[in-house]
């Protein structure tokens, strides 16, 4: 029977200014979500008399906190 050989992996190295931006990245898109998902409908409204972005988000602001009632 023919052994199967192994797979050799190779590390990926990420300079550490590549993965600073990286991480500022995904930091800055996700407070704009959070963002996105806290304020609308809540003591403001970014859309006037429009609820579909509460409905959308409605569990999620119940989740993180948000009231909404």
């Known amino acids: 029977m023919a052994s199967i050989p ?22 800055l898109v996700a407070l704009l979500i959070y963002y996105f998902v806290g304020i609308d409908q809540g003591a ?4 006037g008399d ?3 972005v509460h409905e959308f988000v409605h569990d999620a602001r ?6 909404c009632h």
């Not at 990926?12 to 995904?26: E, F, I």
């Not at 403001?44 to 859309?47: E, K």
């Not at 119940?62 to 009231?67: A, S, V, Y």
Request: glycine residues 6%; proline residues 9%; aromatic residues 8%.
């Open 6 to 27: 192994a797979d050799s992996s190779t590390p990926v190295v990420l300079p550490v200014s590549k993965a600073a931006l990286l991480l500022g990245l995904t930091v």
């Open 44 to 47: 403001t409204s970014l859309f």
């Open 50 to 52: 429009d609820s579909h």
């Open 62 to 67: 119940h989740f993180l906190g948000f009231p």
